[in-house]
Nanobody
Framework: QVQLVESGGGLVQAGGSLRLSCVVT?????????VGWYRQAPGKTREFVAD??????????AYSDSVRGRFTISRDNAKKTLFLQMNNLKPEDTGVYYC??????WGQGIQVTVSS
């Protein structure tokens, strides 16, 4: 059974930084799969934040327009861990952040709150 466990969330002031981590267990082909981050703000639907796929020696990244240039997604395939470095955080980045594997499996989510 695949499990995804997020960590690293919390409360930060606007302009600050946080780094989210997601450890994936039970997956035998983590390196071949696209993994990513989504978020859900209060009263809104879940939205795409960023994802990453590994093809050969290259990592191919995609970002939503709202976070491009501020967030960086990365992965450690040996440790089956996904990261999201979030810089210059804004109050509108507040929400529950979810780790996703191959659009199938989800983590339980972790709260990120950015105060103004």
């Amino acid at each position: 059974q695949v499990q995804l466990v997020e960590s690293g969330g919390g409360l930060v002031q606007a302009g600050g930084s946080l780094r989210l981590s997601c450890v994936v267990t039970g997956s035998s082909d983590f390196t071949l799969q696209t993994v990513g981050w989504y978020r859900q703000a209060p009263g809104k639907t879940r939205e795409f934040v960023a994802d990453i796929m590994t093809r050969g020696s290259r990592d191919i990244r995609a970002y939503s327009d709202s976070v491009r240039g501020r967030f960086t997604i990365s992965r450690d395939n040996a440790k089956k861990t996904l990261f999201l470095q979030m810089n210059n955080l804004k109050p509108e980045d507040t929400g529950v952040y979810y780790c996703n594997r191959a659009t199938i499996d989800w983590g339980q989510g972790i709260q990120v709150t950015v105060s103004s």
